[in-house]
Every structure is written in C-alpha cells, then in structure tokens.
C-alpha cells in the first residue's frame, strides 16, 4: 500500500529543523535527538559489520563495542579542548542561581556521555551559560579549602587585605589625594609589596589549585549534564 504525497505537507530539512529548534530555545530536543541518532547509527553499524576471518570470527557485538570504546576515548578527550566560557556574557551571572538540587545536581538519569564531541560542545556552552552562578560559587568554596590547607597563602592574603586598609586609611587621613605624585607613589610601592608578600606565601600555588579543580569539575559536569527546559511551557494566558 503506498501512500500519494501531499501538496499541503511541509517538509523540513533536518538542518533546518535543528536550527529553529536552537533558536527558539529548544535545545533539550536536540540534545535527545543527537543521542538517539548515534545510538542508532550505532547499532546500524555493529549490525552490518562484515566478519572478517573464519578462524577467529568478529561478531558485530565485539566490533560494536570496540566502535563505542574507541568513539568515547576521542569525546573524553575532546571535552578537555572545548572553551565553555566561548558563549559567556557578563549578564549569565545577574540574577538569581538555577537551584542546587533540582536545577545543577538533578537526578541520576539527568546524566549521560556525551554521544559526539559536537553533543559535548553543546552541552559546555550552554550549561555553562545556565549554571554560570553555580559554577562561580564552586569555584569560591574550592578557593576557600584550599586557603584553608594552606595557611600561609591565608595569612598573605590578609597582609595584603591589611596593607591596602592602611594605604586608604593613610589617604583619607592626611589627604593624599591632592597630591596625585605622592599618591601614585605609594600605590606603586603597595602594589609591589603586595606581589611580593603573594609570592612569598606561595598563594598563585592556591590560585591554581583553585582553577584546576574548578575548571576540571565544571567541564565534567556541563559536558555530562543533560540539557533540559530553561523555563517551562506556558500552559496558557491566565484571565
């Protein structure tokens, strides 16, 4: 039985379907739609892989297997080269935090790999815009441990916290603002102070460990974290 075409259908291509569906904010659908296109093509391939020796079969089992292994190596590897801060705008961090539970951490099956490198960038850039608030707010706890195993980084950057105090202190008091040549003096003569007691204290040692863990932590999270609903459906305008 077949079926005569339509005049009045309407036939999308799939690129241009995935472009409307982007911008129109509907990116969850084509995360699930990338998903379910690689899982299929997937086991369409694992299905049609020729067995290659009769000593020692192949069976399309072991191929697809080897296929999926080697195709995760090369995503993994890829979210380590993705720049999540490509589509970041000073706006992402204005406003209030999605919530922790439902919203960053969700549930278990809010967690999937990535299918491609192309899901995996998708999912960095936009879950980094969504949970920029989150991702800042780790990055000041992890800041904030590792202060705390280091303190000697801790009481440099109270020195300096303290040394910048005494610099205002010293120009509200005696006016050094008007003389702009002794101001600038001794800005510059805190400033190198400062790095001095920074470097001394070991706290770029505590910066980095800061950024690694917090960087390491935030492309893991966005690269895995599905994408969902940014804001849910209107069911209608209410009288």
């Given at each position: 039985?077949?079926?005569?075409?339509?005049?009045?259908?309407?036939?999308?291509?799939?690129?241009?379907?995935?472009?409307?569906?982007?911008?129109?904010?509907?990116?969850?659908?084509?995360?699930?739609r990338t998903s379910d296109v690689h899982r299929h093509s997937s086991a369409?391939?694992?299905?049609?892989?020729?067995?290659?020796?009769?000593?020692?079969p192949t069976t399309p089992l072991a191929t697809g297997f080897f296929i999926s292994l080697f195709s995760r190596i090369v995503t993994l590897f890829?979210?380590?080269?993705?720049?999540?801060?490509a589509k970041l705008s000073a706006a992402d961090f204005s406003g209030p935090a999605p919530?922790?539970?439902?919203?960053f951490i969700g549930s278990f099956e809010s967690y999937s790999f990535p299918s491609s490198p192309a899901q995996a960038r998708l999912r960095a850039h936009e879950n980094?815009?969504?949970?920029?608030?989150?991702?800042?707010?780790?990055?000041?706890?992890?800041?904030?441990?590792?202060?705390y195993q280091m303190p000697v980084a801790l009481l440099?950057?109270?020195?300096?916290?303290?040394?910048?105090?005494?610099?205002?202190?010293?120009?509200?008091?005696?006016?050094?603002?008007?003389?702009?040549?002794?101001?600038?003096?001794?800005?510059?003569?805190?400033q190198c102070v400062t790095v001095i007691i920074l470097l001394f204290s070991n706290f770029q040692i505590a910066i980095f460990c800061?950024?690694?863990?917090?960087?390491?932590?935030?492309?893991?999270h966005a690269a895995f974290r599905k994408l969902t609903l940014a804001k849910p459906p209107s069911t209608g305008s209410q009288k």
């Open positions: 039985m077949s079926f005569s075409p339509n005049p009045l259908s309407l036939s999308v291509p799939d690129s241009a379907f995935d472009s409307w569906l982007r911008d129109s904010g509907y990116l969850e659908i084509i995360d699930q369409a391939a694992a299905a049609a892989a020729p067995i290659t020796s009769t000593s020692a890829s979210i380590f080269t993705l720049n999540p801060f919530s922790w539970t439902s919203g980094a815009k969504r949970y920029a608030r989150n991702y800042a707010s780790l990055f000041v706890l992890f800041f904030v441990c590792t202060l440099g950057l109270i020195s300096c916290m303290a040394l910048w105090d005494v610099v205002k202190f010293c120009c509200n008091r005696w006016g050094l603002d008007k003389y702009p040549v002794v101001w600038q003096c001794l800005v510059r003569v805190a800061a950024l690694g863990i917090g960087y390491t932590g935030m492309i893991l």
